[in-house]
């Protein structure tokens, strides 16, 4: 896939979406996929605004439905926070999510649940589906 321009409150981004080359795509753990964004100058999606989560909700749900997907949060204590530090909104969680599992320390689109946020440990490749990510770069 491309690059593809999406525009935040004025705030240029743009992005691309990684789902691996072929059929047998297995996934990739959080460390790669930030590895694989940072090696584009980019970074892995955060999506702290409602706007901009519904977006990749919508988009993921409808072109990448045998995916899950990575973004940029980790456990913080008892507190899952977006990398540049700001508290992620509960009602962008599956219900009942998170569950706070000892080593669930990073954050997946779960394509079983309607594409809301799922906890899980970084290094799995594999949630519900393989998972993929999407890389960012600030355009402005």
């Not at 702290?48 to 899950?68: P, Q, T």
């Not at 990073?106 to 899980?120: E, G, L, P, Q, R």
């Amino acid at each position: 896939s491309d690059w593809i321009d999406y525009d935040e409150d004025n705030h240029k981004i743009c992005f691309r979406v990684f789902t691996g080359q072929g059929v047998n795509f297995q996934g990739v753990d959080l460390d790669d996929a930030k590895t694989n964004c940072q090696q584009q100058s980019a970074s892995v999606l955060q999506t702290a605004s409602k706007a901009k989560f519904e977006f990749f909700r919508s988009l993921l749900r409808k072109d990448y439905a045998n995916f899950d997907f990575w973004v940029d949060a980790s456990k913080h204590g008892s507190l899952f926070k977006w990398a540049d530090g700001e508290l992620m909104d509960a009602s962008y969680w599956v219900p009942g999510e998170p569950s706070y599992h000892p080593n669930e320390n990073c954050v997946h689109y779960a394509s079983k649940y309607d594409f809301k946020f799922n906890d899980i440990v970084c290094s799995r490749t594999f949630g519900y589906k393989p998972i993929g990510y999407v890389c960012e770069k600030n355009m402005d």
